[in-house]
């Protein structure tokens, strides 16, 4: 599985990897990017099954990503989840408008993140 975290914050990049990473024993391919510009040259240049992504970035933030994603015929069903400190409803349910498939809200547990992975995908056996 092809994994792409997106974050300016380089510790949270790690945390969500790691996290992942425990419960896939090493069975992903992580591409990191630290906006939604070096982001989008990812998924040009590489397939990529679900994607992290924060909201506040410099460049092109999460909820700008995600728009432009969806406008995407390649990737306009891509797993997204939003993973951010911005909890109020009103942040969610327009995140969701913007395609988002699921959210999270900071901080992330590995717990937390695990469960909504496992709703997307199971460890291949």
Known sequence: MNVLVIDDARVMRKIISNSINENYM??????EARDGVEAMEMLLENHIDIAFVDWNMPNMDGLEFTRN?????????????????????????????AGVTDYIVKPVVGQKLWGKIERYFLPEQ
């Open 26 to 31: 090493g069975a992903c391919r992580f591409f």
């Open 69 to 97: 994603v969806r406008d995407m015929d390649n990737y306009s069903d891509l797993k997204m989840i939003m993973i951010t400190s911005e909890a109020a409803r009103y942040m969610v349910v327009e995140a969701v408008k």
